[in-house]
């Protein structure tokens, strides 16, 4: 079985890292710049990581690596320092296959950006995104066929990425927003990618390809405002053992997780309890409360809907995690059983970020039952949620 299911229908499994710029124009490390307190580095080698079974990191010498990386990414030095064409020849010379380039300082990857340039790069030795006309050479894939043509221009000194194009077979990948390609080379590049990202986790609605198909995802949370979650799945189909699964997993990434169940019948207090009683005895609301627990009833004339359950009592989390809440839930992962009764999803193609399934869904992002942890790092990675891995 493949280590990466999303991956089985397409040719690339590498993803690669480009982090071996000097920064002049910027005057200090475009690495390890922050966004919502985690570097580019880091959050774009976690990106990476949510899409690629294996992924690397090129820098100009073993020496220039920031430190600490993520666990389980390769670091591959370039053998001809100077340009990204020397780190790509490093790539292709490492792995001997086809790899996704993608610049250190790229401020919002997107990955449907990347399965677009995935999906075209079939017969060809370069995945080339063109953007009004404007190549993007470092969000584009590498065939090893380019490898000798690479290594011949630097030995010629000519170290430019458009050297290579004329020599090569290339497939152009037309796009129309530079989201995903936009980085970040001057302070004045920084200030904009810092309101862009604001912009966007406040108000945008990214568009997501898939195919030919386009689709409206949906849209990112507030600032300071949890994100929320919806695990989704036809009865029995083990939501709750998933969630308390997983749970784990995403703390480990030093994140503060919260979860809502919704309930046809709610009792959480113990009938002939002191408490109890003093919610038979007509208070609106009554709390209990311990050295390690506390306990808030309140009688209500209508369910609460969920994004006010999350603002009012869950404002602290950074994640929160909602069983029972399909369509009220921003983002959603699908659980699905080859024995449901069913024969695909509920989600239709798109609206679900992920499926957790031991079948073989028609889904970009495939997850069995026992792969929590890399589930957890995909959703970190795909939510922008801050961590230390």
């Keep these: 079985m493949a280590t990466h299911a999303a991956d089985d229908s397409l040719p690339v499994t590498i993803g690669a890292l480009i982090a071996g710029g000097e920064a002049r124009r910027m005057g200090t490390d475009k690495r390890l710049l922050q966004l919502a307190g985690t570097t580019l580095l880091t959050r774009n080698l976690a990106f990476l990581r949510g899409i690629f079974p294996t992924v690397a990191l090129?820098?100009?010498?073993?020496?220039?690596?920031?430190?600490?990386?993520?666990?389980?990414?390769?670091?591959?030095?370039?053998?001809?320092?100077?340009s990204p064409l020397a780190g790509i020849a490093a790539l292709l010379a490492r792995f001997r296959a086809p790899v996704f380039v993608l610049a250190a300082d790229i401020a919002l990857p997107d990955e449907t950006a990347v399965r677009r340039v995935r999906e075209a790069f079939r017969e060809a030795d370069v995945a080339l995104p063109v953007l009004h006309d404007h190549y993007e050479p470092l969000h584009a894939i590498y065939g090893p066929?380019?490898?000798?043509?690479?290594?011949?221009?630097?030995?010629?000194?000519?170290?430019r990425v458009r050297d290579l194009?004329?020599?090569?077979?290339?497939?152009?990948?037309?796009?129309?927003?530079?989201?995903?390609?936009?980085?970040?080379?001057?302070?004045?590049?920084?200030?904009?990618?810092r309101r862009r990202f604001d912009a966007c986790r406040q108000t945008c609605v990214r568009e997501t390809w898939v195919g030919a198909t386009t689709l409206a995802a949906t849209a990112v949370s507030d600032p300071g405002r949890p994100i929320v979650l919806g695990v989704a799945g036809r009865r029995g189909s083990g939501k709750t053992t998933l969630i308390e699964r997983l749970i784990p997993e995403l703390l480990a990434l030093g994140l503060r997780v919260g979860a809502v169940k919704r309930a046809a019948h709610l009792e959480i207090d113990s009938t002939g309890k002191d408490s109890w009683r003093h919610g038979e005895s007509g208070a609106a609301a009554y709390a209990v409360s311990s050295p390690d627990q506390l306990a808030y009833v309140a009688a209500t004339h209508e369910e609460a809907p969920l994004d006010e359950i999350v603002r009012t009592y869950l404002s602290d989390c950074d994640l929160v995690i909602a069983e029972g809440y399909r369509r009220e839930a921003p983002h959603t992962i699908e659980i699905f059983r080859r024995d449901s009764g069913h024969s695909e999803p509920a989600y239709g193609l798109g609206e679900a970020l992920a499926v957790v399934s031991d079948a073989d869904p028609d889904h970009a992002f495939v997850f069995r039952f026992d792969?929590?942890?890399?589930?957890?790092?995909?959703?970190?990675?795909?939510?922008?949620?801050?961590?230390?891995t």
Aim: charged residues 30%; aromatic residues 6%; hydrophobic residues 35%.
């Design 58 to 82: 090129s820098v100009r010498d073993t020496t220039s690596t920031p430190g600490p990386l993520p666990e389980g990414v390769l670091v591959v030095p370039d053998t001809d320092p100077g």
């Design 145 to 159: 066929g380019c490898l000798p043509t690479i290594e011949r221009l630097l030995r010629d000194g000519r170290r």
């Design 165 to 193: 194009l004329p020599d090569v077979r290339v497939v152009e990948v037309r796009f129309t927003d530079d989201t995903p390609f936009f980085n970040v080379n001057t302070p004045a590049d920084w200030r904009e990618a």
């Design 371 to 388: 792969e929590e942890a890399r589930l957890a790092r995909f959703l970190s990675a795909r939510l922008g949620l801050s961590s230390d």
